[in-house]
């Protein structure tokens, strides 16, 4: 299995309150990538990053930011969450070039009340 | 733009019997093209992939062509069991780009 850890694994938490959720990687690869997971629409991408400080938006990047100050870290915040951001929230690693085949972590899933 | 439809679940099949998630896409250029399975409470796997048009992808009793023709990547397998249950994602990277595009998920559940 790709090393990739998440954390949380599980958080409540209440609407308005700053939320930060945690991919690490022990693999070294360049692209890192947050995504939700919804009942009917598959993932979505949130962010992704393709090196330390280089990230990008995805299609669904409203009301969230990410930082990558490091290789094996990739940072998710919710600024000020709302109930539509109640999911499940992956993280996913590819290395550079290829098929973009991507290895993903064991989720996190954030209830906001 | 890119998009992956797959066919509407859930799927509930006996053991045994012969499995089609269907799965078409629509990309500029040759994207290549994935299946990837989330069990129960955990991430999503690689079941297979293809990169290009005609390649057939397989894995686990499990098998997908990529057909240009009909934009198509049909998963099949001849003999499911009830460790298949699972939700069955259909994905695609479009050529250059860093980027999966994910249709909406089929859940598949066999009964003994």
């Known amino acids: 299995d790709a090393g990739i850890t998440q954390s949380p694994r599980h958080k409540v938490t209440e609407t308005g309150t700053p939320v930060t959720l945690r991919c690490h990687q022990t693999?070294?690869?360049?692209?890192m990538y947050w995504y939700r997971q919804d009942p009917g629409h598959g993932l979505r991408l949130i962010h992704y990053?393709?090196?330390?400080?280089?990230?990008d938006k995805g299609e669904v990047s409203d009301g969230y930011s990410v930082s990558r100050s490091k290789t094996e870290d990739f940072l998710l915040t919710l600024e000020s969450a709302t109930s539509s951001q109640t999911s499940v929230y992956f993280c996913?690693?590819?290395?550079?070039?290829?098929?973009?085949?991507?290895?993903f972590g064991p989720g996190t899933r954030l209830t906001v009340l | 733009g890119n998009s992956v439809t797959q066919m509407e679940g859930p799927v509930t099949l006996s053991e045994e019997a012969f499995l089609t998630i269907n799965c078409t896409y629509t990309?500029?250029?040759?994207?290549?093209l994935f299946w990837y399975v989330q069990y129960p409470g955990e991430g999503l796997q690689l079941l297979l992939k293809?990169?290009?048009?005609?390649d057939k992808g397989s894995n686990k009793g499990f098998e997908a062509t990529y057909r240009k023709e009909t934009t198509s990547f049909h998963l099949e397998k001849g003999s499911v069991q009830v460790s298949d249950s699972a939700v069955y994602f259909c994905?695609?990277?479009?050529?250059?780009?860093?980027?999966?595009?994910f249709g909406q998920g089929t859940r598949l559940t066999i009964n003994p």
């Open positions: 693999e070294n690869h360049r692209y």
């Open positions: 990309a500029t250029g040759y994207p290549s």
């Open positions: 996913a690693i590819s290395s550079s070039g290829g098929d973009n085949e991507q290895f």
């Open positions: 293809a990169t290009k048009a005609d």
């Open positions: 990053s393709y090196g330390v400080k280089d990230t």
């Open positions: 994905a695609l990277s479009p050529p250059g780009a860093q980027k999966l595009v």
